[in-house]
């Protein structure tokens, strides 16, 4: 099955599908910073590769498909590495963190939408990875206080906390 991506303009940006644009909604109800298709880069398999999105507050980037294939996450893998740093994939239900970050070497994980109980902004983290901020690296050492979701949500917690499903 083949999904036809409907360009759409948000905010007087032009995306490449109906997908993109509701991620840049998601972000901007979440008060999320973005950068949209800032840069590309180019991977050690020789594969030019433009992720979607980029959060500089949270030094995060998103990538947003229709379908996930193992081919798409074999570049999310490899990406993170390469920039030691985190991606996450977000397709329609799914949500998944890509962690590259130097130390770090947790991998693919589930993702948590936190929030900061001293920066108050909201951000994304992996399950088995650090729980620090990503906007101002506070860690309180209490998992509890950032949760916004329960970790089983996922996908789920953009629909329960922003009023968008994805
Ligand atoms: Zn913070």
Do not use: I, P, T, V
């Given at each position: 099955m083949k999904l036809k991506s409907i360009p759409t303009l948000y905010k007087g940006t032009q995306f490449k599908s109906r997908l993109e644009a509701d991620m840049a909604l998601v972000l901007d109800r979440l008060e999320i910073k973005w950068e949209y298709e800032p840069q590309s880069f180019l991977l050690p398999s020789g594969t030019h590769y433009w992720p979607d999105f980029y959060l500089p507050e949270l030094k995060t980037y998103i990538e947003t498909k229709g379908i996930v294939t193992p081919q798409v996450e074999e570049v999310m893998k490899e990406f993170s590495i390469l920039i030691k740093g985190v991606i996450i994939l977000i397709g329609r239900g799914v949500m998944v963190f890509y962690d590259g970050e130097e130390g770090g070497g947790y991998g693919k994980q589930q993702v948590q939408l936190n929030i900061c109980s001293k920066c108050k902004k909201v951000c994304f983290t992996g399950?088995?990875?650090?729980?620090?901020?990503?906007?101002?690296?506070?860690?309180?050492?209490?998992?509890d206080v950032h949760?916004?979701?329960?970790?089983?949500?996922g996908i789920n917690s953009l629909k329960v906390y922003v009023g968008i499903e994805i």
């Open positions: 399950m088995a990875g650090s729980y620090a901020c990503r906007a101002c690296n506070y860690h309180d050492g209490d998992h949760e916004l979701y329960d970790e089983n949500e």
